[in-house]
């Protein structure tokens, strides 16, 4: 697929997943706007190697006015988004009884209501030019819940519905909206914990197997490199029809 002339958005895209995805869309001839806290330099080295234009902005997207700032940036630098991909999150696990409530705030502002803030202000230009795509990175626990996730599992479950609306919203434009769903996939925040359970064991790797085992019956990580193939087909011609879906990469996880 050719995305020459498309200038891409991914939060969260310094490595993991959202890295993952912007080298795809590079490699398929769009300019990217990078964002997150991981080392942007060599982030923004990888991306440029694909010839397109690069650039980063570090907005903390739990803070609007930051997000609105990283819009602005795009438009003024790039000439807008046209596609957008809501990935950056972060995780935290404990019973509801114990959870603390600044970290139910912060994964609810970070893994959703940014996504919220990053649409609405790219919606305008998208419908100015008639095309657009919206990728929100959602994840199995989009569709399904795990004990001592319920801050994680709700924004996800939330996100995979804003999405819905939005595609809804925008049914009878060239703009889509959609959630992508992943299982497992070898990110920093999964491998500590595979590494918390190897402390106990003192096995890495049947601690990995046994992590995957609990919900992933291929036993094999999701890779970014498939995320951003899934990401790219969402935004070609032949997607135009895919519209509000929660589409899970999940290694079998769903199917059980």
Known sequence: MNLNGKRALVTGSTSGIGL??????????????????????????????????????????????????MIAYAEDEFGGVDILVNNAGIQHVAPLETFAPERW?????INLSSAFHSMRLVLP???????????????????VASPGKSAYVAAKHGLIGLSKAVALE????????????PGWVLTPLVQAQIDARAAQSGDSEAARRALLAEKQPSLEFVTPQQLGELTLFLCSDAAAQVRGAAWNMDGGWLAQ
């Open 170 to 181: 925008t049914a009878t434009t060239g703009i889509t909206c959609n959630a992508i769903c």
């Open 20 to 69: 993952g995805i912007a080298l795809v869309l590079a490699e398929a001839g769009a300019d990217l706007i990078l964002n997150g806290f991981g080392d942007s330099q060599a982030a923004i080295d990888a991306v440029a190697a694909f010839g397109g234009k690069v650039g980063h902005h570090p907005a903390d997207v739990a803070d609007p006015e930051q997000i609105a700032a």
């Open 105 to 109: 705030d912060a994964i609810i502002a």
């Open 125 to 143: 230009g998208m419908r100015r030019r008639n095309w657009g795509r919206i990728v929100n990175v959602a994840s199995a626990h989009g569709l």
